[in-house]
DNA sequence: CAGCTTATGACACTGAGTGTCTTTATGGAA
DNA sequence: TTCCATAAAGACACTCAGTGTCATAAGCTG
């Protein structure tokens, strides 16, 4: 199996390919000539590389944009995992202030921007916002069980928080302000936890 | 323009197609075949029509799927605008009311749960839901800025509630109860307006 | 019947995504 | 150093979704 543990790795033809600066080249030529205008086959080219290559590390047209969004999830994992040992206010206090501190730690958010526009514009890319947003979704819900959440409230929770908050991404992008901060403080506010919230006992 | 105004048409070669007769063609096709599995060309077929002609009335294949919810969404318009004039509690319990009314109000909840499974369980179909919800989020969203909710949060609570409403539909169909409602209650349950909500001003 | 209008479909094309097989490049064993 | 196992890279061919163009069928109105 390939793909896996780019680590301990010895043998065989090593990489020549590096994916970021692929995806970078197709960024390119999605802002210049459009995304449904740009054919993998001319990404494949500006890149230097084969058509089929291109696809084993984009499985789709759609990965060469949505790709770049892993930081943003990671950053929010991180801050997550950071803020669980401390203060425990309550669950969705956690998730709100990791999804502000992970926005605040990308390390560049011209670039988050002009991906979010050019998502937001798109049929496409909008519409792979549901499997593209699955890995938020599982550490969000991961995080929710773990606090106590009955399970079927941290799904509704869970979906609602991701909604929110991809339409505050959105928000944000559009327009012109540096700090997505606010969008995103004030789109996760309209989530709640009904009744018996909290981190008081694992009720499945 | 065509496929405008089916009622004042007496000019021109009359319709012999029903898109809702085709429509439930492929879905017996994609019961039996699976999704993936079915081509348009096979759908074509089997409803005795040509491919483009099937293209005329279903624009891409998963609206052969997702087409048969609009009742669902009109339904919801419908107990919605009924409710408007009676009580209006806070516009989200409204919200909250219509789409359990009209869940009520769909002719064949049968259909509906097949539907959905099939949606639940195709990255393709899931893929489409933000396209697929469309309308909606548009009635919604209308309905809250009616309510006088800020134009800001009334975006952030119609995403989450869009997302936790069709979290819910797809849990309904995943599982064996009759009746949708509770999972619809349950879910839109954790959708709050923060602050000055309610039908008090017009602030936009 | 003539002509207008609209539904249907035949044909051809682009491009996404996939499977198969060949070639290339490396590290390690003989 | 030579050969071999291994894995990357690409060439090739294919299926199918979706689109555009154009021809034809079938009603209605005059």
Redesign the interface.
Same mark, same amino acid.
């Given at each position: 199996m390939p793909t896996v543990e780019p680590a301990t790795r010895s043998t065989g033809r090593p990489v020549t390919i590096d994916p970021e600066s692929v995806a970078r080249v197709a960024m390119e030529l999605f802002s210049r000539d459009g995304y449904e205008n740009t054919s993998m086959e001319d990404i494949a080219r500006a890149a230097g590389i084969g058509r089929k290559s291109l696809y084993r590390y984009f499985a789709t047209k759609a990965d060469l944009v949505w790709g770049g969004t892993e930081p943003a999830v990671e950053a929010s994992v991180v801050q997550l995992e950071a803020g669980a040992a401390g203060r425990a206010d309550d669950p969705l206090s956690a998730l709100r202030q990791s999804v502000v501190a992970g926005a605040a730690a990308l390390p560049d958010l011209a670039v988050t921007r002009a991906r979010l526009r050019l998502i937001g514009t798109h049929?496409d890319l909008?519409?792979?916002?549901?499997?593209a947003l699955g890995s938020q979704r599982d550490v969000t819900l991961e995080h929710l069980k773990a606090a106590g959440v009955p399970a079927?409230?941290a799904?509704? !929770?869970?979906?609602?928080?991701?909604?929110?908050t991809?339409? !505050?991404w959105l928000?944000w992008a559009a327009g012109n302000d540096p700090d997505p901060a606010p969008y995103l403080e004030? !789109?996760t506010? %309209? %989530?709640?936890?009904?009744q018996g919230h909290g981190s008081v006992g694992k009720q499945l």
């Open positions: 049929r909008l519409n792979r916002s549901y499997e079927a409230t799904r509704y !929770a869970c979906a609602a928080f991701i909604g929110a991809f339409q !505050a928000e004030a !789109a506010a %309209v %989530v709640r936890l009904p």
